[in-house]
């Protein structure tokens, strides 16, 4: 709407609660899906905008389910 993006925020992600152990390969893609692929896929479309117009912040953060398994 206005030209240009000048801050994009990744903040997005989930956990499945429960051992880790029980978690099945399904349940494992779809947090990587999420919490990592999500965040690149983000970051690269910003960074193409941005590197354009020659300038931009990219911020990435992560909730505490990032800090424990």
């Given at each position: 709407?206005?030209?240009r993006?000048?801050?994009m925020f990744?903040?997005?992600g989930f956990a499945i609660a429960g051992d880790t152990i029980e978690?099945?390969?399904e349940q494992w893609h779809?947090?990587?899906a999420?919490?990592?692929e999500g965040c690149i896929?983000?970051?690269m479309a910003a960074y193409r905008v941005m590197a354009r117009q020659k300038f931009g912040h990219i911020v990435n953060?992560?909730?505490v389910a990032g800090l424990s398994p």
């Open positions: 709407r206005h030209g993006l000048d801050y990744n903040n997005a978690m099945t390969p779809r947090i990587l999420v919490n990592v896929w983000g970051t953060t992560a909730s």
